[in-house]
């Protein structure tokens, strides 16, 4: 990382704790969601049923175009080739054969490719979505093992992987640190996250930890993981005139667009993205060196360009999870109330981002203690930037807390359960805030009913079935509530009473577009059938991410926002002539196609009417939604208790989930189809965390050395029993529509309660994840 970006991370940093310390003082009614939502107390309309998703019938029938089907005249396909060395510089590179191989049209290397501004990194603007601080292929530098060092186009996909093979690279190899171990030893500093510092400390936690009369104090290790979406990484790109066009597989398009245009000195509005259907994200699908390189190919060939990463290169130049190895020490009184909570830990990152795994982030919020120390190191490697994967920091941070808390309850002989119920806090723990809603305690009685969790032997290894020895686990997850500043709606409404939203929103699969539509809906008094939402378009004002689970939300208040616009804008069409002449927007609302008084529903007129009436053709409005204010005043989480029950074989040592069950406190459910989907998938990935993810990372080299799915394993169906998803549904009085985002919640806890199964079946505590079978033997 640049010292400007330093400089610039540290003062948003600043900014943002003077804001914490301010905001929490104003009274609830200055801040959004101090007034809820009108809709959370509507409880019979669409909000909260099971809708199918608006896109499945495209997908099922292979008309929805996704990136990489996207077809232009005269376009070129693209291929890469990948440096094979952690750090030096490309001292020849032959590419001869490749130029003459049959087909081709370019071969692109740093030696002709045009000139091009570093990408800005991601967090150093409010649009800055860049992978680092690299400048691409610019130069003859190499910076990890896998960085693109030519890229080639041809007229078939099969001609530029061919040619790509014929490029024949020397290097002069540099010193470089790709050993966990010598990073360390090189020395560790603080880490950061999103600008904020990973630490926190309250009273003296080391001396509360010495003096308490039961403790648990163990490290707890997390592998690498490489994102595998079911659709790999792809863009179409044409430059048309001045202007690049993008047809991409993004979560972040505005950012994306604003992002790529710096790169080549254009405007933001020069470039225009749209991504209408994504494969899977989780993280991943953001900006990466592929975009940027087929840019500039399309640039020198004269050409539009098709880029389509294979399995492998999406491991070589995507960023996934770092490793993690955690320490948690936790010191209890004979209650179980825990008088210290210690979580520390390091992480490795790449020189050139600051993206560390921040595993203390969800501990700050989870239980109560007398004292806290928490943080997060982190040490440089040479390697690729890592980036944000589904839940980061809670994912690998539950896994050795929920693990520890176990322990702790052994030590205690206290039932898992009550242990984590009895240390439930009353505030937020590190900041001192108010919870805006909080009601784990009721999806752990839930869950435990639901589960027969009171058939648990506490004894491990006292149930057998033949071969196989069986024990429970449980676990808490834990992720915040997030709405990030920059979203925006435009809606129009048309004289026939059909309404169009339009958000810079994306649909990845999780339901997006038909749980904007069903509430919109619901705000606009109109059956689903007659709202139409577009999305994932650089023309649509504002910035929404599809990360953090906070889509939702961001959504939600720019829609909130939009419509009391149209609200307004509708009253002034309206004039002196309609029922509502002399009504105020904040005494009006929408139902039955039409605005109302609140308190007088007899005094309404149609949407239709208005329009007739003032001889237009439809209205429009675009509004930003309010500042995300209430993350400031109120400390806002979903949480989840998991349950599990693991077969171990006593044999062969192979681990069977038997069965699952997830009992969610994440607000009001708004499309309970879509959002059992979201939990069960989380789920999923959280089985594949505990059980057989890893990416083999070789230290003498720096290199993946799994990159695939023949050798990097995720779940298959056999490997993932029933699960069964329950949730309390009840709504945060404080949040658009009384939602949490649910797309992470569901991973976080799973690897915990899986390992505290195995630890109830055969005694064994498997601490270093993944938890294969040479580990139960």
Not at 24 to 30: C, E
Not at 117 to 122: E, H, S
Not at 194 to 204: A, F, K, R, S, V
Not at 459 to 470: Q, T
């Amino acid at each position: 990382m640049s010292i400007v970006d330093t400089v610039k991370e540290t003062a948003q940093g600043l900014v943002k704790s003077a804001m914490e310390r301010l905001v929490p003082l104003a009274p609830d009614r200055w801040i959004p969601g101090g007034v809820p939502d009108p809709l959370i107390a509507r409880k019979h309309g669409l909000i909260g049923t099971p809708v199918s998703r608006l896109d499945g019938p495209l997908k099922v029938q292979g008309s929805a175009r996704f990136a990489a089907e996207v077809k232009l005249d005269d376009m070129t396909h693209a291929a890469l080739v990948y440096g094979a060395i952690p750090r030096g510089r490309i001292a020849a590179l032959d590419t001869g054969a490749a130029e003459t191989a049959p087909g081709v049209v370019l071969v692109m290397t740093h030696r002709n490719a045009p000139r091009m501004n570093p990408p800005a990194v991601f967090g150093s603007s409010p649009t800055a979505v860049g992978p680092s601080d690299l400048p691409i292929m610019q130069d003859d530098r190499i910076h990890w093992n896998g960085q693109p060092i030519a890229l080639v186009l041809a007229e078939t996909q099969e001609q530029a992987d061919h040619a790509a093979s014929l490029i024949v690279a020397t290097y002069a190899v540099e010193p470089s640190t790709s050993s966990f171990a010598e990073a360390k030893a090189a020395g560790a500093e603080p880490g950061l996250f999103m600008g904020q510092p990973l630490l926190n400390e309250i009273g003296d936690a080391d001396a509360e930890f010495a003096a308490a009369p039961y403790k648990v104090d163990n490290v707890y290790r997390t592998p690498r993981h490489n994102h595998n979406a079911i659709e790999p990484h792809a863009a179409i790109l044409a430059w048309e005139g001045d202007t690049l066009r993008i047809h991409d597989a993004s979560q972040m398009v505005t950012g994306t667009a604003a992002t790529i245009a710096d790169v080549f000195d254009l405007k933001p509005e020069e470039v225009r993205i749209t991504s209408p259907y994504v494969g899977g994200g989780f993280g991943s699908k953001g900006l990466w060196d592929h975009q940027i390189l087929a840019a500039a190919a399309a640039k020198l060939a004269g050409r539009p360009v098709r880029i389509v990463l294979s399995r492998e290169g999406v491991y070589r130049i995507v960023g996934g999870r770092t490793q993690t190895e955690q320490r948690v020490a936790i010191g209890a009184q004979p209650d179980g109330h825990f008088a210290a909570l210690i979580h520390t830990g390091t992480v490795p990152m790449s020189p050139h981002n600051n993206m560390p795994e921040p595993f203390v982030v969800g501990t700050r919020a989870a239980y109560a203690a007398d004292s806290f120390k928490l943080s997060v190191e982190t040490v440089r490697m040479n390697m690729l930037a890592n980036t944000f994967m589904r839940a980061p920091g809670e994912a690998p941070g539950t896994f050795a807390l929920e693990s520890a808390i176990d322990e702790l309850a052994v030590e205690l002989g206290i039932d898992p359960v009550e242990l984590r119920i009895r240390n439930e806090p009353d505030v937020d723990p590190i900041s001192g805030r108010p919870f805006s809603s909080r009601h784990i305690v009721e999806a752990w009685r839930a869950g435990a009913a639901r589960f027969g969790w009171d058939k648990r032997n506490a004894v491990p290894g006292s149930r057998r079935e033949g071969e196989w020895l069986i024990g429970m686990g449980c676990a808490t997850g834990t992720y915040p509530y997030y709405r990030m500043p920059g979203a925006a709606a435009r809606l129009t409404i048309d004289r026939t009473g059909k309404a169009l939203v339009e958000v810079a929103a994306h649909e990845m699969g999780m339901g997006t577009s038909t749980t904007t539509a069903m509430v919109a809906a619901e705000r606009l008094g109109l059956p689903i059938e007659r709202v139409e939402v577009r999305y994932a378009d650089t023309i649509i004002p504002g910035t929404i991410m599809a990360g953090g689970s906070q889509q939702t939300a961001a959504i939600g208040a720019a829609v909130i926002a939009a419509h009391n616009a149209m609200v307004a804008e509708l009253l002034t069409l309206a004039g002196n002539d309609s029922p509502l002449a002399g009504l105020s927007p904040d005494e009006v609302g929408s139902e039955d196609g039409g605005l109302a008084k609140l308190d007088d529903p007899s005094r309404r007129e149609s949407y239709t009417s208005i329009l007739a009436r003032a001889q237009r053709d439809g209205v429009t409005v675009s509004e930003q939604a309010s500042q995300p204010l209430e993350l400031m005043h109120w400390s806002m989480h979903s949480h989840s208790a998991i349950f599990c029950e693991m077969r171990v074989n006593a044999v062969t040592g192979e681990p069977r989930v038997g069965r699952i069950l997830g009992a969610f406190d994440c607000g009001r459910i708004l499309n309970a189809k879509t959002a059992r989907s979201q939990f069960r998938g989380g789920i999923i990935m959280g089985l594949g965390m505990a059980l057989m993810e890893e990416t083999q990372f070789d230290e003498r080299s720096g290199r993946i050395m799994n990159p695939s799915l023949a050798e990097y394993h995720v779940p298959v169906h056999l490997d993932v029993p029933d699960i069964d998803v329950i949730w309390t549904d009840i709504a945060d009085p404080h949040t658009p529509m009384g939602a949490h985002g649910v797309g992470e919640i569901g991973i976080t806890g799973v690897a915990a309660a899986v390992a505290n199964a195995v630890y109830n079946a055969t005694g064994k505590r498997i601490r270093d994840l993944p938890i294969t079978l040479d580990k139960l033997l």
